[in-house]
């Protein structure tokens, strides 16, 4: 199991930009796929992205294209969430994910193929 820290959340306007980064401890990154999740209260874990830390194959949920961007840094062992344009609904605790996995699907996308998970990190966006 990999260890995740998730850093760069925080209070942000409408309209507004964060970038969040994801530090992945333990073997080689190359293998895997990692995707960023968020839950808002009272709703369930909704993907937001994922990558491939080989190929950089990507894929993005439906509220956040055109807005979010994930990207990787394999030297850094770690995986970035851009977020521009922010609107209040996406108000939510930021999660990332690790999944041993060569290939990189849309089913990266939902929650069942990760094996570890972050602790995750508040992003509020204000009116």
């Known amino acids: 199991e990999q260890q995740l820290v998730e850093s760069g959340g925080g209070l942000v306007q409408a309209g507004g930009s964060l970038r969040l980064s994801c530090r992945i401890g333990?073997?080689?990154?190359?293998?895997?796929?990692v995707g960023w999740f968020r839950q808002a209260p009272g709703k369930e874990r909704e993907g937001v992205a994922c990558?491939?830390?080989?190929?950089?194959?990507?894929f993005y949920g439906d509220s956040v294209k055109g807005r979010f961007t994930i990207s990787r840094e394999n030297t850094r062992r770690t995986v970035y969430l851009q977020m521009n344009n922010l609107k209040p609904e996406d108000t939510a605790i930021y999660y990332c994910?690790?999944?041993?996995?060569?290939?990189?699907?849309?089913?990266?996308?939902?929650?069942?193929?990760?094996?570890?998970w972050g602790q995750g990190i508040q992003v509020t966006v204000s009116e």
């Open positions: 994910a690790s999944d041993f996995d060569l290939i990189t699907g849309a089913y990266h996308l939902t929650t069942d193929p990760y094996e570890s």
């Open positions: 333990g073997r080689t990154i190359n293998d895997y796929t």
């Open positions: 990558i491939n830390m080989n190929d950089r194959r990507t």
